[in-house]
T-cell receptor
Framework: DAGVIQSPRHEVTEMGQEVTLRCKPISGHDYLFWYRQTMMRGLELLIYFNNNVPIDDSGMPEDRFSAKMPNASFSTLKIQPSEPRDSAVYFC??????????FGQGTRLTVV | AQTVTQSQPEMSVQEAETVTLSCTYDTSESDYYLFWYKQPPSRQMILVIRQEAYKQQNATENRFSVNFQKAAKSFSLKISDSQLGDAAMYFCACHSGTYKYIFGTGTRLKVLA
């Protein structure tokens, strides 16, 4: 398996623009997680899905953030409109039940 | 609420020596799992070791081992024979019935040649 695949690896956008981050989980994994990593706040769980259904989105910082999982092999995290304080590395991870979470390589987002 | 605390922002170890990274956690669940992840400069999160809370025996993976003290809610990572390639951020994580993985703030490990 190719592992968790995220795209793009890097994204630079202007404040106010819409940003969409993409994730393909490992086949057969039924949990998908979106994390944000910053120096100040570390690894924050934004939202997670089970069998494509959002279970807990309490970590989503604002209504500007939204996430979808239309099928078992694809998820998106959207920020609209983006702000400079959204600059961070965004990770997607997937797992099966109690096994370890496998992470993608992350998307480094810079909002200028 | 579930919390994970890593009180050592940074640690240093001489190459070939042994170092222990600390982690404490809190969860109300009786069934949970604990993990150590390594994040090198490439930023890839790599699983180092995993411990099931119901197992009394401490997990071991080659040069990496844990000291799991369930009553104290402590889960430390010991790295033996440290190598330059061990230099990275290390994150402790707890996973329980809610299926969330909650991470500590990380410990940056420097390995001195």
């Amino acid at each position: 398996d190719a592992g968790v695949i995220q795209s793009p690896r890097h994204e630079v956008t202007e404040m106010g623009q819409e940003v969409t981050l993409r994730c393909k989980p490992i086949s057969g994994h039924d949990y998908l997680f979106w994390y944000r990593q910053t120096m100040m706040r570390g690894l924050e769980l934004l939202i997670y899905f089970n069998n494509n259904v959002p279970i807990d989105d309490s970590g989503m910082p604002e209504d500007r953030f939204s996430a979808k999982m239309p099928n078992a092999s694809f998820s998106t995290l959207k920020i609209q409109p983006s702000e400079p304080r959204d600059s961070a590395v965004y990770f997607c991870a997937s797992s099966r039940l109690a096994t370890e979470a496998f992470f993608g390589q992350g998307t480094r987002l810079t909002v200028v | 609420a579930q919390t994970v605390t890593q009180s050592q922002p940074e640690m240093s170890v001489q190459e070939a020596e042994t170092v222990t990274l600390s982690c404490t956690y809190d969860t109300s669940e009786s069934d949970y799992y604990l993990f150590w992840y390594k994040q090198p400069p490439s930023r890839q999160m790599i699983l180092v070791i995993r411990q099931e809370a119901y197992k009394q025996q401490n997990a071991t993976e080659n040069r990496f081992s844990v000291n799991f003290q369930k009553a104290a809610k402590s889960f430390s990572l010991k790295i033996s024979d440290s190598q330059l390639g061990d230099a990275a951020m290390y994150f402790c994580a707890c996973h329980s019935g809610t299926y969330k993985y909650i991470f500590g703030t990380g410990t940056r490990l420097k390995v001195l040649a």
